[in-house]
């Protein structure tokens, strides 16, 4: 059994550390913004193609960290060792060869996605884009190391982490936009850099010798296939359910993008924001994949269903607490942001109703499928994900926008309706216990 006091050593941490993730690509969005309207648009846009390709390798990371936890679980540390390195291995190669295609068909990428918007946001947009991709590999394998560190219940050291390397993100921020006026460039080269320290101090704290998974000699790692099999059975369905979500918003974002740069800059600053509101919880979830892996990894089933149980309820009084603290900065920011008032307007309005909406469906939503990916049931995740997104998401949130003329508000009803839409089918999937009967290791 996890401890009170070892679940708030655990938790603690990674909720702060999710928060300082966010915060990296959200101190960017606030310097970009008083270059103007074309400036924070650009980076809304490029910030959505970056978060599809980010979560598919923090969905590779999770599942390196199901595999490794099920092995501490039943005292395999040599296998844990293993599985680790062929994280390493197998997300690296992928970074590189999506950070290639990213770099070579930058254009192309942003005019299929995005269609014809100004010109202004499109020179921006590209070159926001390009340093972006070369950023890939870094955020890759920092989130490797991290999930390594969480899998041995340690979460303290990937915060403090993340904690320097947003400090460094905010310090380079403000000295290449508004010190040497790189503009967007030396927003993106700014973050650049923070993530490839973030890398670096990761790899290097892994290399430890009193660590219980310690991984010395990367340029030795040589593939397993039967570890790369497994960490990728569990990684790629979680993959494909992140990035469906954020396919998803992309191509909301390309509807919106035909109303106007008001538009657009509201409804990024608004998903910067929900984002914000709902990062503590997440890492909630992402604690819960290593405690539930370890459970299992042990054979105590009732010990895995109990502690979802008690993580949700966290979770939600985490969620309450998070959205009233965002609403009542939402004005604040979009003032310090430098938002023209139209687009300051729209963002309030919509984050308001995120703030009534998201406490009452979003956590059952979300939460106890970290608990049923670490018990290996990832594809009935990945499919339930993937047709509510695309029901609600996508063609009701397109058919309010372009047919009812709701505007960007239709964006959020249309994720409130998938917020509860799942949220009934993972409470029925996690009360028949069907998930438990999956076999990781």
């Given amino acids: 059994m996890f401890s009170n006091k070892a679940l708030w050593k655990l938790m603690a941490p990674l909720a702060f550390d999710q928060l300082l993730n966010s915060m990296m690509g959200t101190v960017g969005t606030m310097v970009v913004s008083n270059l103007g309207s074309a400036a924070i648009s650009a980076v809304s846009l490029v910030d959505a193609i970056n978060v599809l390709i980010v979560q598919a390798f923090y969905a590779l990371a999770a599942g390196g960290t199901v595999v490794c936890s099920q092995y501490l679980g039943c005292k395999k540390e040599k296998e844990a060792n293993e599985a680790a390195r062929q994280l390493l291995f197998i997300t690296f190669v992928l970074s590189v060869v999506i950070a290639a295609i990213c770099l070579a068909a930058n254009g192309p990428l942003l005019r299929l996605i995005f269609g014809e918007v100004e010109p202004q946001v499109m020179k921006y947009s590209r070159q926001y884009f390009i340093i972006s991709a070369i950023s890939y590999p870094f955020i890759a394998l920092y989130d490797d190391g991290s999930s390594i560190f969480r899998a041995q219940e340690n979460s303290k050291t990937p915060m403090m982490i993340s904690l320097c390397a947003n400090i460094l993100n905010l310090i380079l921020n403000i000295l290449f936009v508004w010190g040497f006026h790189m503009e967007v460039i030396g927003s993106a080269t700014a973050t650049m850099l923070s993530r490839a320290f973030s890398m670096i101090a990761v790899l290097c704290l892994l290399r430890r010798p009193e660590l219980i998974i310690r991984l010395r000699g ?168 993937c047709c509510t997104m695309w029901a609600c998401r996508f ?47």
């Fill in 218 to 385: 990367y340029l030795s790692i040589r593939p397993i296939w039967s570890q790369i099999r497994r960490i990728l059975y569990l990684g790629i369905p979680s993959g494909i359910e992140n990035s469906m979500f954020q396919f998803g918003k992309l191509a909301i974002q390309s509807t919106v993008s035909m109303m106007g740069t008001a538009a657009i800059a509201a409804q990024g600053m608004t998903n910067i924001l929900e984002n914000l509101n709902g990062i503590a919880a997440i890492g909630v979830g992402v604690g819960l994949m290593t405690i539930v892996g370890q459970c299992l990894g042990a054979g105590r089933q009732d010990e895995a269903v109990y502690y979802i149980k008690k993580l949700c309820v966290i979770a939600e009084v985490i969620i309450i607490i998070s959205c009233l603290g965002v609403f009542a900065l939402t004005k604040p920011i979009t003032i310090l942001g430098g938002m023209e008032k139209e687009s300051a307007d729209m963002c309030f309005h919509m984050v308001m109703w995120i703030t009534i909406v998201k406490p009452l469906v979003w956590i059952m939503a979300f939460i106890p499928g970290y608990g049923l990916r670490a018990a290996g049931d990832v594809k009935f995740s990945m499919i339930v994900s």
């Fill in 395 to 441: 063609c009701l949130c397109v058919f309010l926008i372009r047919v009812m003329g709701f505007g960007p508000m239709g964006v959020w009803i249309g994720m409130f309706a998938d917020w509860t839409l799942r949220g009934i089918i993972f409470t029925w999937r996690f009360h028949s216990r069907k998930w438990l009967q999956h076999k990781v290791i």
